[in-house]
Structures are given as C-alpha cells and as structure tokens.
T-cell receptor
C-alpha cells in the first residue's frame, strides 16, 4: 500500500529565505505525486503535480518540486518565501481509483 | 461557477445524534470524495464515488454512510455521532480522467460532545 511521510511537522523560515519541505513516498509503481497547500480555515489548493517526464516540476505561486526516484522523494522548494506563504503543506501520492494518500502535513511559519 | 461547496460550515452535535453533510459541485465531475482531517494525521479518505449511484469505502469508513443520488451531490451521513468523529470534513471532486486535479470544498468543522 502506498504511504507518504513528511518528516517535519513545523518549519519556520525568515521572509525572503529559501524553503524546502521534505516528502518521502512508498509506492510500488511509477508514482503520481502532488503538493497541496491549505491556508488557515480554507480547503486545499493544488500547488503542483508530477506524473512523468521532467523530474523538476513548476507550480503556482513560485513553487517547484523535484522527483528523485532513487530517494523516493518529492521535495517542495521556493527560492524566496513571502509572509503569505504561511500555511500547511501536504504531499500526496495517487493510487488506484484516483484516490490520494496524504502525508501528515508540514506547517510553515514565516517570520519577518 | 462556485466549484465545490459544503453545507454546513460548522456543527455541534451531542453523542448519538445524527446529521448529514452535503457536498455539491458544479463542474460536472464524475468522481467525488469525503475526507476527514485530524491534527497530525493529514487527510484520510472516508468514502468516495466514481459516478452517480456508486459509492465505495475508503480508509476510515466506519460510522459513516454516503449517497450519490445526483451527479452533482455527495452526501455524508453520521447515524449515531461519537466524540471520535469530531473533525474537519472535506469534500473533493475530480473529472476521473487519469489523475486530474482534485478540487476541495472549504470544509465543515464538526464537534461531537
């Protein structure tokens, strides 16, 4: 069965600093991988997704993620964080029936 | 185009009471999902539907029932609420083609006393 691990529960970065959120997955076949963001009191919004091809994926709001099969990782990055990026971030892997399995989430705090 | 809407936004129940959460989408999506979100556990799939008149169990289906009588609506029912069902519930929908984006509703915060 597929699973997703997000090792960091909380991360705090300074505004303008770079960001990397970690995600490790377990899946037998070629994975379909996603990053979602949830602002406080809101639903989830898709940042980016990887299906195949180029292992560096560009998303919305200046985010990118890199798929590394050898490390079973799909880490999310942003070169310069803005205060509005403070939110909870979820990594997910797609399985049978178009079902998603989510990680536990990483809460990002941005300090000014 | 409202996307995915959920009714109600908040609800407080007493143990043993019943209620129904309504999810509606106006994107003509085939697939719909109900998740619950608990701190430190991410989102877990309760039930899902791959088309009108169909439903299937997800990861944590116990204590919940669902119905998809109309394509645009997906109902989640709690027949006898328990404190363990205190959570935030999210509905999502997608076309069902490949791994098209799942679009999420704003959530329903349910407290069971």
């Amino acid at each position: 069965a597929q699973s997703v691990t997000q090792p960091d529960i909380h991360i705090t970065v300074s505004e303008g600093a770079s960001l990397e959120l970690r995600c490790n997955y377990s899946y037998g076949a070629t994975p379909y991988l996603f990053w979602y963001v949830q602002s406080p009191g809101q639903g989830l919004q898709l940042l980016l997704k990887y299906f195949s091809g180029d292992t560096l994926v560009q998303g919305i709001k200046g985010f990118e993620a890199e798929f590394k099969r050898s490390q079973s990782s799909f880490n999310l990055r942003k070169p310069s964080v803005h205060w509005s990026d403070a939110a909870e971030y979820f990594c997910a892997v797609g399985g049978y029936g178009n079902k998603l399995v989510f990680g536990a989430g990483t809460i990002l705090r941005v300090k000014s | 185009n409202a996307g995915v809407t959920q009714t109600p936004k908040f609800r407080v129940l007493k143990t043993g009471q019943s209620m129904t959460l309504l999810c509606a989408q106006d994107m003509n999506h085939e697939y719909m999902y109900w998740y619950r979100q608990d701190p430190g556990m991410g989102l877990r799939l309760i039930h899902y539907s791959v088309g009108e008149g169909t439903t299937a169990k997800g990861e944590v289906p116990d204590g919940y029932n669902v119905s998809r009588l109309k394509k645009q609506n997906f109902l989640l029912g709690l027949e006898s609420a328990a404190p363990s069902q205190t959570s935030v519930y999210f509905c999502a929908s997608t076309t069902g083609r490949g791994f098209d984006t799942q679009y999420f509703g704003p959530g329903t915060r349910l407290t069971v006393l």
